[in-house]
Antibody, heavy 121, light 110 residues
């Protein structure tokens, strides 16, 4: 069965960087894209970006441009989100999700368990 | 401010039908028939309920249905059950390879 297992909670200081991993199993990793979504405490969902696991092409939310980088390691079936210059309002649960359909950036149908990133001085 | 506006809350009694609206505040978002809906229970990951406006992923109850008219997409839950109490989010393609979520709607089963 499709599973996405994310790395553990992180606590960072403002200005630092964080890298969250998302290890996939149960399917051919390079056949599907990975979407990243975050949710601040008590707030709604925010689409951050998407990566094509086959060729590494990416799309980012304009708000995140320049601070976020999505990458994959196909040999390890793992996707990564790196967020730099962390601010207090980056405190959130970060989710990775696999698309329902091959190579489509929409329809994230399988989700990881989420990774809490806390930014605090 | 999200490009998709949802009501903050909707409620209904068991067995009733409710409809959650999702209105695009920009014409470019509203011009795409690429809308999905997610259900999220507290402290859980979101779950895809509807995609491409009307399609249900495998395993999703046919009590959930989606539609779109003009700039407004809708999710209807028929035969409301206690387990349907959750937050619901719409999501639309916004152009340039990007997607945007609505602000979310809390559904309460009375």
């Amino acid at each position: 069965q499709v599973q996405l297992v994310q790395s553990g909670a992180e606590m960072k200081k403002p200005g630092a960087s964080v890298k969250v991993s998302c290890k996939a199993s149960g399917y051919t990793f390079s056949n599907y894209g990975v979407t990243w979504v975050r949710q601040a405490p008590g707030q709604g969902l925010e689409w951050m970006g998407w990566i094509n696991a086959y060729n590494g092409n990416t799309d980012y939310a304009q708000k995140m441009q320049g601070r976020v980088t999505l990458t994959t390691d196909t040999s390890a079936s793992t996707a990564y989100l790196e967020l730099r210059s962390l601010r207090d309002d980056d405190t959130a649960v970060y989710y990775c999700a696999r698309g329902l359909l091959p190579m489509a950036s929409g329809w994230p149908g399988y989700w990881g368990q989420g990774t809490l990133v806390t930014v605090s001085s | 401010q999200s490009a998709l506006t949802q009501p903050a809350s909707v409620s209904g009694s068991p067995g009733q039908s409710i409809t959650i609206s999702c209105t695009a505040t920009s014409s470019d978002v509203g011009s795409y028939n690429l809308v999905s809906w997610f259900q999220q229970h507290p402290a859980k990951a979101p779950k895809l309920m509807i995609y491409e406006v009307t399609k249900r992923p495998s395993g999703i109850s046919n009590r959930f249905s989606g539609s779109k008219s003009g700039n407004t997409a809708s999710l209807t839950i028929s035969g409301l059950q206690a387990e349907d109490e959750a937050d619901y989010y719409c999501c639309s393609y916004a152009g340039g390879g990007t997607w945007v979520f609505g602000g979310g709607t809390k559904v309460t089963v009375l």
